[in-house]
């Protein structure tokens, strides 16, 4: 752009310049050879006059004395010059005395010549003297006539004009160019710095970087409008800047709340349909609590609109105190805040956040000497389960928060009634669970694990059981998960650990000294208790050797954030306890990690041990799952064994111990032992069959 500008406006100059110089070289040099042809013009009648006038005497006595030789002379004496191309001397009444004639020059340009000087020049020259009778009278003897050819003069007047033609040009480019550079420099060059320095300027904020006057042109023309567009510069980001906060103020207005400076609805929609997108590409899930303050009006009523406002105020504090930066909480009317909870992964979030804020609210606010007590309904709608849309999640969050309402209030409620109910419960065994291991609620049952080749009771795995005093007993799977999102899983962990190196200190005490107990640890107990010490205190309180019990961890635990886990198992490892991985199978286990972690045992899930007779595939995993734990010097357990084929197949690929219904199911603490005393031989003897038609099949 700025290349183009500059080459157009030096291109026009120098036309300009250029063109006015030629022009006025070509005037001045026509002017000049005019001049010079009336000079040239009169310089030649001018001769010719001379000669004349000298010849006038020599011709009157010619033509006086009718003397032919003397008129001849003088005639010839006139053909010296080589203009005259024909001379005479004429007597009237008689043939001429004397006369020449020549021939004209050949010369270029003739007409052109004829033009200025005309075709010839004749004079005519009358010679009279005092008549010979009386001498007082004057008398015509005779004329001198005289024909010039101008052709010198004109070839004379060619050669001139030439030179002052090309002097004329030559003079014009001359000045022509000295002026081009004059203006180039006085006006182009500046004007293209000028250029340059503007194209480095921010437009949004064009005061910011001042335009400087080309030196040389500070306090000319040039430096007046450089200073007038600084000026210039300034107005315009005065103006921006107030147009900037007018924008912001009317972007306010229209997204946020006057009042508490919270996001407006229109904001907020915008909000829930970018964590729209959000959840879907990241695959979660988003929460919407409609949250509606029971009984404002009283407050209005009561105190008054000024109170009122200030407790808004105050709400809004506390919500914003409550949520992090990216949660969203916004007004969307005079009692009722909107709040959007995104990545969430499960509706527990949502209710959590839900009741951190009824309790929040709940909290009396101090007002004007004032006690106030206020409490809010919140109607919570989940994406993707409960709507499509910004505003229908928003529509139905706001119903259910009605309904929530008309029967009371004050409480948080789930769009989907079975969510709800499911939370709601799931909320109250939370509550009753963060006091089972105290309330003494909590008990192990044990399920044996047999070694396949002898037959024997290996040990057992310590399985806890919930005695929950209405509804009797609630499986691990039911409130496992439940404690490890609420962190109880450390304290029951901790329980189990310790209960089960109780159980191992008895068995041992009653002669029954080979027997191990396998521990599961959660992963959430490896993240948040400082484990090492857990089973250093328990091994110590229960003076057991350490190599009997077995720490069942799942791979998941052990798999994300490999580095620590590794670091953290070789602690426990330290202590001389084993470890087992659990659910070997189910979860992604890098076989490069599973060499550097210090495992004893890998358990098999449950899942392949199942159908690993009807599904080939499961039945291949499990063989090589079992070629791999040997190959890195592990024992492999197989986990969910119900039945004599499933036994057999797993001796077939040499697993080394199995646990399931087919030998027992989990059995209180008594029951084990008794089985333990009774049914030894029995399973002894079940294994051994199992080996011996292994063997059968093998052989055959
Ligand atoms: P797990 O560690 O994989 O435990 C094995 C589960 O399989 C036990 O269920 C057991 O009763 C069941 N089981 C054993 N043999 C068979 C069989 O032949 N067929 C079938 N269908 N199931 C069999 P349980 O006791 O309900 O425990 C479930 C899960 O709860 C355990 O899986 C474990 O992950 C967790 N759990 C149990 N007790 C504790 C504990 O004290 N601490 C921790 N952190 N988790 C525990
Ligand atoms: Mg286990
Ligand atoms: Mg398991």
């Known amino acids: 752009m700025q290349r183009k500008l500059n080459s157009r406006l030096s291109n026009k100059l120098f036309f300009a310049v250029m063109g006015t110089a030629m022009l006025l070289g070509l005037l001045l040099s026509v002017v000049q050879i005019m001049l010079d042809a009336r000079t040239a013009r009169k310089a030649l009648e001018q001769s010719t006059q001379e000669i004349l006038a000298m010849m006038r005497e020599p011709a009157t006595q010619a033509a006086f004395n009718l003397d032919r030789i003397m008129a001849q002379q003088v005639v010839e004496g006139l053909f010296q010059n080589q203009a005259v191309f024909y001379a005479a001397i004429s007597i009237p009444g008689e043939p001429p005395l004397a006369s020449a004639f020549r021939d004209k020059q050949r010369i270029r340009y003739r007409s052109l010549m004829n033009s200025i000087f005309g075709q010839d020049l004749s004079y005519s020259l009358e010679l009279k003297g005092y008549s010979p009778t009386d001498n007082t009278s004057i008398v015509l003897y005779g004329n ?16 001139r004009s030439q030179n002052l033609f090309i002097s004329g040009l030559l003079q014009a480019i001359f000045f022509g160019s000295v002026l081009y550079l004059i203006f180039q420099g006085l006006i182009a060059r500046p004007m293209t710095t000028l250029l340059g320095s503007l194209e480095d300027i921010d437009p949004m904020r064009p005061s910011q970087s001042k335009l400087d006057a080309p030196l040389g042109h500070e306090d000319d023309e040039l430096g007046a409008w450089v200073h007038k567009i600084n000026d210039l510069f300034k107005a315009i980001e005065k103006y921006n800047s ?31 349909e970018s964590s729209i997108q959000d959840a879907n590409n990241q695959n979660d899930m988003f929460a919407v609590l409609y949250c509606a303050l029971d009984d404002f009006k ?25 949520l992090d930066p990216a ?26 956040v839900a009741q951190r804020i009824l309790d929040n609210v709940r909290r009396p606010f101090r007002l004007d000497n004032n006690t106030i007590k206020v409490s809010a309904t919140i109607g919570i709608t989940m994406y993707p389960h409960d709507a499509a849309t910004a505003e229908q999640l928003l529509k139905n969050a706001e119903n259910v928060m009605q309904l929530a309402k008309s029967e009371g209030g004050n409480r948080y409620q789930f769009y989907v009634a079975n969510v709800d109910q499911k939370i709601r419960a799931a909320k109250v065994l939370e509550k009753q669970l963060a006091t089972a291991v105290d309330d003494g609620q909590l008990e192990l049952v044990f399920q044996p694990q047999v070694n396949l080749l002898t037959g024997e009771v290996r040990g057992a795995e310590a399985l806890v059981r919930w005695h929950h005093p209405e509804r009797g007993l609630v499986p691990p799977n039911e409130f496992i998960p439940l404690a490890e999102r609420t962190g109880a899983i450390v304290a029951i962990g901790e329980w189990v650990l310790q209960t089960s190196c109780q159980y191992l200190r008895k068995w041992h005490g009653l002669g029954i000294t080979h027997l191990t107990i396998s521990v599961n640890v959660s992963p959430v107990q490896l993240h948040q208790s400082d484990i090492v010490n857990s089973v250093r205190a328990a091994l110590e309180a229960s003076a057991v050797p350490p190599h009997y019990l077995v720490l069942e961890l799942t791979e998941t635990a052990v798999m994300d954030n490999v580095d620590s886990a590794i670091r953290l198992l070789k602690q426990i490892k330290a202590l001389g306890v084993q ?36 599904d080939p595939d499961n039945g291949t995993i499990v063989d090589a799952i079992i070629q791999l734990g040997h190959s890195l010097n592990l024992s492999v357990i197989a986990e969910g064994t119900e039945t004599l084929d499933q036994i ?20 209180s603490e008594a029951a084990f032992i008794a089985l333990l005393q009774e049914q030894r031989g029995q399973i002894r003897n079940a294994t051994q069959r199992a080996a011996q038609s292994a063997q059968t099949l093998l052989n055959k």
């Open 579 to 614: 470890l087992a991985i659990d659910d070997f199978g189910t979860g992604y286990s890098s076989l490069s990690y599973l060499k550097k972690m210090p495992m004893d045992e890998i358990k098999i899930d449950r899942t392949f041990v199942q159908d690993m007779l009807e």
């Open 242 to 272: 107030k147009r900037r906060v007018a924008e912001a103020h009317v972007e306010r207005l229209s997204n946020y709340d006057m009042l508490t400076e919270l996001p407006n609805r229109n904001m907020l929609l915008r909000r829930i």
């Open 144 to 159: 001198l006539e005289v024909s010039i050819d101008p052709s010198n003069a004109a070839l004379d007047f060619l050669e």
């Open 298 to 322: 009283s407050v209005n009523l009561l105190h008054s609109y000024h109170a009122g406002d200030k407790l808004l105020l105050m709400m809004a504090d506390r919500f914003r105190s409550e």
């Open 648 to 667: 057999r197949y797993l001796q077939e690929c040499e697993c080394d111990m199995a646990q399931g219904y087919y030998y027992s199911q989990p059995l």
């Open 327 to 352: 949660q969203t909480v916004a007004r969307v009317g005079g009692d009722v805040f909107a709040i959007v909870l995104p990545g969430l992964i499960s509706h527990y979030q949502a209710a959590d």
